[in-house]
């Protein structure tokens, strides 16, 4: 699958990229500077002999020519960075990873207007988009190792073919995705960093995260 | 300590009643009828004879005599029954187990205006009540059972020694409690319940739960 990270420069979409790249997808890195895309994507290539290709694009051009594309960008540049890919994304699958944290409290959860980051980006992006909402509680330390405990996945959507696949691209990562219901259900997996946040400083760790259990009766 | 459940005649208060009378704690249920709160003190008291006496009273009447107050009602009874006990929890600690869930679409998050049934909670009882949110997502069907793998509880709360408290209690009922953050975080763990109904439907179960991982690195 034609996948485009915009934002992929930063930790969690350098994560993902490496993941679905050893998957065996067709991950195109998206930054708004051409050379730092390029740079990244040539790391990743560089230090995991074994994935596919990844190559590195502006947002927009990322955007343009990819199947599904994934926001992974701080939330003080959610808007302005759907604005700039509104075009390009038209009819087709965005998942929406941002957090709405607003720093310096980052541990207090904080509700947009729109209700979620993720029914923001609907709001910007318009109806013909299918947005769906996952791998906010994944942590990016846990996403280069292979063999790391990593969270399960909330995945939040209203068009349910676009979330299944979503949820086969979670399972493709290597994490275990639950179907979280409406995209209304976001501020949930949103607000979730902020507890996980709030948890890891009072341990002194990075990486907590959940896990769904009761699964058998 | 003296604890009284308002709600407490329905099955996530009765639980709660159970688990903390076995822990030695006192436990008053109330019930908008005497005659109700007092049936199923009885019968907590009859089928388990090894816990601490659980007695039945009147909603403020049983708030009154307490020092904590736990509140496990219908989100459409919140409001109405946060006033009938306003003026009996001054001073004191009140739990908030109420999850805002508007039928049909109770898998869909619904957040209050005030942000979350808890900052509905601390706003209708004033700035004298420490009002702590917790036990969102357990199951009470798995309250009864002493053997079940039970969900860990988020404790949101901007009193840290009322939240200590409470946390405490949690410990007490069998479960692992985690520091969730600031009273404004209710909102994950009441629209999570929510997001674990939607997941009870997928795999035909009633108990999923949460569990906090990576705490240890």
């Known amino acids: 699958m034609k996948i485009a990270i915009i934002g992929g420069t930063g930790k969690e979409g350098k994560g993902l990229a490496y993941r679905w790249a050893k998957a065996g997808h067709a991950v195109t890195i998206g930054s708004r500077q051409l050379e730092k ?9 560089t230090e995991n002999k074994e994935i596919n290709l990844v190559i590195g694009l502006q947002n927009m051009d990322a955007a343009k020519q990819a199947e599904l594309i994934v926001i992974t960008v701080p939330f003080a540049a959610h808007i302005a960075t759907l604005e700039t890919i509104k075009d390009a994304v038209q009819g ?3 998942v929406d990873v941002t957090v709405p944290l607003v720093p310096p409290k980052v541990s207090t959860v904080h509700i947009p207007a729109a209700g979620s980051a993720a029914m923001e980006a609907q709001a910007v992006l318009g109806e013909d988009v ?9 942590s990016y330390e846990k996403l280069m190792d292979d063999k790391a405990q990593i969270s399960d996945v909330l995945v939040c959507g209203d068009d349910p073919e676009a979330k299944n696949l979503v949820l086969q691209l ?7 995705g639950f179907d979280a219901g409406a ?3 976001s501020i949930v997996s949103e607000g979730m960093t902020s507890v996980l946040i709030n948890i890891n400083k009072k341990f002194g760790v990075h990486s907590a995260g959940i896990r769904i ?5």
Do not use: C, H, P, T
């Open 37 to 45: 895309a390029q740079r990244i994507a040539k790391e990743l290539n």
């Open 92 to 94: 087709k699958i965005v």
């Open 130 to 138: 299918k947005v769906i909402s996952a791998f906010q509680n994944v």
């Open 170 to 176: 979670v399972a493709d990562a290597g994490m275990k």
């Open 183 to 185: 995209l209304q259900n």
């Open 213 to 217: 259990i009761g699964l058998e009766e």
